[in-house]
């Protein structure tokens, strides 16, 4: 096969951007989606060696658009790791409209978008490989998460039934669930928080974003390719 082609939404920044390294380090070709910050696209295009590609992927069009010019430029589009997510934390009774839409239209509506733009390439080529982070709030729900927890668990639905659709074409597709993990966002918890996470986590632990990156890299691999329609756990223990 040529050098793979691979599309990490949201990979610019945190988990996102150890995947793009990691997948680059492997020799693939790169792209890193971004939304708006150009100065932190920027600096991981130059780190990682690989492209950027601005779209919201909440926005059907734009995503279109990015994956047909990644298409006209490579003629394939082998790898999809739908990985961009954000989170608008409340309770529900106190939770703004336009927060739970938000969630849903950015951590689940893009994976919508982005695998069926991705599909066709895949399906033309009987080879493919689609990845969806999720979160332990999709297996166990967390106060406060609502929203969060409804766009992960609609994506491990949406990961088993899209797998048994491609299964056919050599298509795989799986999610992994990363815990709580080192990244620019726990960097800033206070020391309390910090801790009382850490004693729900068997391993006593934070993960990195090594540890999730190795885990997509597998299910990415021709060792995994018997391996379709599951969810990983990279959470120390806590689900």
């Known amino acids: 096969m040529s050098v793979p082609v691979a599309l ?19 020799g693939m070709r790169v792209y890193m989606n971004f939304s708006g910050d150009r100065d932190a696209a920027e600096a991981a295009r130059q780190e990682l060696n690989a492209e950027t590609v601005q779209a919201d992927v909440s926005d059907q069009e734009q995503v279109n658009a990015m994956i047909s010019a990644i298409i006209e430029k490579e003629d394939r ?23 739970w839409h938000r969630v849903i239209e950015v951590n689940l509506n893009s994976v919508y978008y982005c695998s069926k733009a991705a599909l066709r390439p895949m ?9 969806n982070i999720i979160s332990p709030s999709a297996l166990m729900g967390r106060a406060g998460q609502t929203n969060y927890a409804a766009s992960k668990g609609g994506i491990l639905g949406f990961t088993r039934s899209l797998a048994r659709e491609v299964a056919r074409y050599g298509i795989t597709v799986n999610a992994v669930s990363p815990g709580v993990i080192e990244t620019e966002l726990t960097s800033t918890m206070e020391e309390k928080v910090r801790r009382e996470f850490i004693s729900m986590i068997p391993a006593g632990r934070f993960g990195t974003p090594e540890e999730v990156a190795r ?18 756990s990279v959470d120390g223990g806590l689900t």
Do not use: C, H
């Open 123 to 131: 399906v033309a080529n009987r080879w493919g490989r689609i990845i």
């Open 77 to 99: 589009l082998d790898i999809l790791v739908n990985n961009a997510g954000i989170i608008r934390d409340g309770l529900l009774m106190l939770m703004p409209a336009k927060n």
């Open 215 to 232: 885990a997509v890299s597998f299910l990415i691999s021709d060792e995994a390719g018997y391996i379709t329609g599951e969810y990983l």
């Open 8 to 26: 990490v939404t949201g990979g610019t920044k945190g988990i996102g951007r150890e995947i793009s390294r990691t997948l680059s380090r492997k």
